[in-house]
């Protein structure tokens, strides 16, 4: 644990041009902790640098140009479940911000050789019950009647369940300005992504609460959650509210509904005052953020098959490269799958 929390002091300190003899001083602080404790705690400043350097690694993540916007809510003192539910309930208020989304993380108490007092087990803060990513969730909580799933988590070794009250979700109704027919779908999505079955690690510490959020990219919902045959499956209804010809496939009626749900999808998320970026400018933004890091010195890594788009990926820069995928922490990793009964 020492090396990885040096190695991340020595890398925060160097960034932020912080004295030699102030990180002497940390390390040994760090040192006679972890000698005493068997672990440490970060302060607030290292927090932040290590929550911000986190999605600056994080491989399949497109939007990273970003990374020193991401606001931090330091909830590390709580251990009372009322507290917690109301901290998770809190951050999708703060996190919405009526659609003008702020990019945000709300990071709870770290893991100790006892375990730690939270863990998430959905995997984002807000889905619909009728999702079929839903059912681990759905099992452990039957007969669910709200649109949206509870929160399930952990409370040390006790499974617990509360519901998210709906009003502080905010949906986007899905509309095509030349389709009108669309409409009559009644289709809607939710304004943020919220991911929280990620665990993070800063310096050797890890994080196993700590849901986070940016924007949608208009084909995360259009292209994938909306079309996937394991999601919702719409492909062929869509197409029926356009009136494209499905009789055969050299109509091009999948690539047209599918270049014209993304369109809806980004329209009707500009209509409602909600934050949301295409791929194109998705891909530009990770261009220049490429070129940010070149200047730093800094290598960036990515996973090529997140980075690409679901639509037209041919022609975005980033289809044309290739990435190095190591993993460099600080980082987001996605948690193991255990068996939420069993206190592990």
């Known amino acids: ?33 972890i000698e005493e404790t068997e672990t440490y705690s970060h302060t607030t400043d290292e927090l932040q640098y290590g929550v911000r350097v986190a999605w600056r690694n994080s491989n399949r993540c497109i939007g990273r140009l970003f990374w020193d916007k991401l606001f931090l809510i330091d909830q590390r003192h709580i251990d009372d479940a009322t507290d917690f539910e109301a ?3 809190e951050h999708i208020q703060y996190a919405t911000n009526n659609g003008k989304i702020r ?37 452990l909580v039957p007969g669910i009647k709200d649109r949206f ?43 943020v992504p919220i991911i929280s079955g990620m665990e993070l690690r800063i310096g ?19 292209s994938r959650n909306l079309l996937d045959c394991y999601r919702y ?9 356009f009136h494209f010809d ?19 999808v980004y329209h009707s998320y500009k209509a409602a005052g909600v934050a949301i970026v295409d791929h194109y400018t998705a891909s530009k933004q990770f261009e220049k953020f490429e070129k940010q890091e070149a200047e730093c010195g800094r290598k960036v890594t990515g996973d090529w098959t997140w980075l690409i788009p679901p639509i037209s990926p041919s ?30």
Not at 16 to 29: A, G
Not at 204 to 222: L, Q, V
Not at 233 to 241: F, G, K, P, R, T
Request: hydrophobic content about 35%.
């Open 1 to 33: 644990m020492y090396r990885q929390a040096e190695s991340f002091i020595k890398q925060m300190h160097a960034e932020l041009n912080i004295e030699h003899t102030v990180t002497d001083r940390r390390l040994s602080e760090i040192k006679a902790e």
């Open 87 to 89: 901290a998770v309930t």
């Open 103 to 139: 990019p945000s993380i709300t990071v709870f108490p770290q893991q100790t050789r006892n375990g730690a007092p939270f863990v998430i087990l959905n995997d984002q803060l807000i889905r619909y019950t009728s999702d079929t990513l839903a059912e681990p969730v759905r099992k």
């Open 149 to 191: 799933l509870p929160i399930v988590y952990r409370h040390h070794n006790e499974i617990r369940s509360f519901r998210l009250p709906e009003e502080i979700i905010k949906e986007v109704p899905l509309r095509h300005p030349h389709y009108a027919d669309f409409s009559n779908l009644n289709l809607s999505w939710y304004a």
């Open 204 to 222: 050797g510490i890890i994080y196993p609460c700590a849901p986070f959020n940016g924007w949608y990219m208009e084909s995360e919902i259009a």
């Open 233 to 241: 499956n719409l492909l062929e209804e869509i197409a029926d509210s």
């Open 246 to 264: 499905r009789s055969r496939t050299s109509s091009y009626w999948r690539d047209k509904t599918l270049v014209e749900l993304n369109y809806a």
């Open 315 to 344: 022609l975005v820069h980033n289809f044309h490269k290739g990435y190095d995928n190591t993993y460099r922490d600080p980082n987001f990793y996605s948690r193991k799958k255990r068996c939420p009964f069993s206190g592990q």
